[in-house]
């Protein structure tokens, strides 16, 4: 792993330790094993994505491999232990994790983005360090290259490792995500940790049917049989698209990247988009075959525009899919992680994880989870209501343009032209009313609310995720007497900023290929950069598009500081290999930054790790 000095890894230390049984581990307990130290926040899809990448690897290395998640949180709500248990469960962590809430080990391991994986060998020195996703091949790889080295050392102890799972809970559904009202007055909804549909009366309580096995999986066929990862978003077919299409209902399949088609009547389940594989490719405005094309982790489904729109997390956009044509598409976004308004094609989302389209069909509401932003699309243009970027939250209501929310992944259009929010990490209903241009909190108290129903009686239902249940709001809340205004506490994530000189610095994207790769030209330049920052006059020069990883910035001595927003892609095929498989790696940074006398005049970030430590 090169030349410089071997450098020892840090103690593990934090607020409590999960899945160990109430144990606390020390590097020393585990000598003699393959160490990954995941640093991860549970609001964001790059570090679920790695949750998925990780789990292969668990399992074929399980008697020699340690993953520890070690949270370094990113929100407020984020810092709450109780919720990190609740998101441990949730997203099937089966690993123990290390609480970190305020980035000690963050700060110590030198992490520099959400996710972050330090691999530790079994003497105890890092010896990788990889920012992002898509890392699993190189992993792989690196892991063989240890367990060969330590075991001709004697340094390789294999056996179990200190992984104790919880008890298994005994309730109906079990982290439910999203909700849809059925003509029959029946409510199905995502339950998302059991990996299945549940068909509830209208009571909200009483299971009717399960589509789905319940067991982690892609398997079409009958409700029984049948199988999904982690679904979320649901959206009913108008009549005849349903009838054109051969089913009813589309599910946004998010851990498996697809979108499922579900017969209603038999229960039946079809894959209707996506390949499985997550998209990791270029953007582009063209039109491709629905089963051909790859997908990212989309969250949650609209009929707008006489199609299928898909609030696609994973890389920021929004999607479009014709159950009749079978064709998808780009909609909405760059894959530019961040707030920016104007036409579909320039904007910049994060994480848009809720849709509901206004009662006459012009606007389409969106949650934009990670900016803590409302957005909406109409005629074309996506606009923000409420929200101020990736690094401002709280609980404030008030005028829109300094109201504050807290990661929502849930909106419902009112039939008054009012959209109501659920205000996720806040455990809140709000409500914004573009008459007056106001935000108020409508009720409190709520664990995780994720989404919300209107019934044709205009009650609503509140999916309470981290409750494991349906609740109605109390009748009248949505009346003017029913809503209250919380002027509640304004944070910044206030990760370490990063000093920059003022004048001339040079950005420096560090990029090593996965052993066994090699960066892939044959269809133009393999790297591309992309630089803007927050506010846009922190750069006198230096913001926009370019294929060099190394970019000459001009920083204003006259802003004290910001967020530099980096955007980084390399394209990798297999060397030396018949049918090479080629590879892109993303990955987005948001950096803040403080301009200061006597900073360094480099910045420099890793894109893809096995960076000798």
Request: charged content about 20%.
């Amino acid at each position: 792993m090169g030349t410089t000095p071997r450098v020892r890894a840090p103690e593990l230390r934090g607020r409590q330790w999960l899945n160990t049984g109430g144990r606390e581990l020390k590097l020393s307990d585990l000598r003699g094993k393959i160490v990954i130290a995941d640093f991860w926040t549970f609001c964001c899809i790059n570090c679920l994505h790695v949750l998925d990448e990780l789990r292969p690897l668990e399992e074929k290395y399980a008697d020699v491999l340690v993953v520890i998640g070690v949270h370094s949180p990113k929100f407020e709500h984020e810092k709450d232990p109780a919720a990190l248990a609740a998101a441990v469960e949730r997203y099937g962590v089966h690993h123990p994790v290390l609480d970190d809430p305020e980035l000690d080990m963050w700060q110590q391991y030198a992490a520099r983005a959400w996710p972050t994986l330090s691999v530790i060998d079994p003497e105890g020195y890092v010896v990788a360090t990889m920012a992002g996703e898509g890392h699993a091949e190189g992993l792989a790889r690196l892991i063989d290259d240890l367990i060969a080295t330590h075991e001709a050392k004697g340094t390789l102890h294999r056996g179990d490792g200190p992984y104790v799972p919880p008890a298994e809970p005994e309730t109906t559904l079990r982290f439910p995500g999203k909700a849809v009202l059925l003509d029959s007055g029946n409510l199905l909804v995502s339950d998302s940790a059991r990996h299945s549909l549940a068909e509830l009366a209208p009571d909200g309580e009483t299971l009717v049917r399960r589509i789905g096995s319940g067991t982690r999986g892609r398997t079409d066929g009958p409700a029984g049989a049948a199988t999904f990862s982690e679904p979320q978003g649901l959206c009913l077919l108008p009549a005849h698209t349903a009838e054109v299409a051969g089913y009813d209902l589309v599910v946004a399949d998010t851990v498996n990247h697809l979108l499922r088609g579900v017969r209603l009547a038999s229960g039946e389940v079809v894959t209707v988009a996506g390949t499985g594989r997550q998209w990791r490719s270029t953007v582009d405005d063209h039109s491709h075959d629905a089963l051909s094309v790859d997908l990212s982790s989309p969250w949650d489904l609209a009929w707008y525009d006489d199609k299928v729109v898909i609030a696609m997390a994973g890389i920021h956009q929004l999607w479009w899919f014709d159950p009749v044509k079978r064709t998808a598409g780009m909609y909405a976004g760059t894959t530019v992680e961040a707030l920016r308004d104007g036409p579909l094609a320039e904007a910049w989302m994060a994480q848009p994880s809720g849709l509901s389209v206004s009662a006459d069909g012009a606007r389409l509401w969106v949650a934009d989870s990670e900016t803590s932003a409302i957005r909406y699309v109409e005629n074309d243009v996506m606009g923000t209501a409420v929200g101020q970027g990736l690094f401002d939250f709280g609980h404030v209501d008030g005028p829109a343009s300094s109201a504050l929310l807290q990661h929502p992944l849930g909106v419902c259009a009112l039939p008054d032209g009012s959209v109501l929010i659920a205000d996720t990490y806040n455990g809140a209903v709000r409500r914004f009313d573009p008459e007056n241009d106001r935000v108020s909190t409508v009720a409190e108290g709520l664990a995780e609310p994720s989404d919300l129903v209107l019934t044709p009686a205009g009650e609503v239902l509140v999916v309470e995720s981290a409750a494991h249940r349906l609740t109605r709001l109390a009748p009248g809340a949505l009346s003017a007497a029913g809503a209250s205004t919380v002027d509640g506490p304004r944070h910044r994530t206030e990760r370490r900023p990063t000093d920059v000189a003022a004048g001339e610095v040079t950005l420096d994207v560090i990029f090593t290929p996965a052993p066994g790769q090699k960066l892939d030209e044959t269809y133009g330049p393999s790297t591309r950069l992309v630089v803007s920052a927050s506010p846009p006059e922190l750069l006198l020069e230096g913001a926009g598009t370019g294929t060099e990883l190394s970019r000459r910035l001009v920083v204003n001595g006259d802003v004290a500081g910001g967020v530099l927003q980096v955007t980084a892609q390399a394209a990798t095929c297999d060397a030396d290999v018949e049918h090479a498989a080629c590879h892109l790696t993303r990955q987005d940074w948001g950096v803040p930054v403080r301009v200061a006398d006597g900073a360094a005049a480099r910045l420099p970030l890793v894109l893809r790790g096995l960076d000798d430590a």
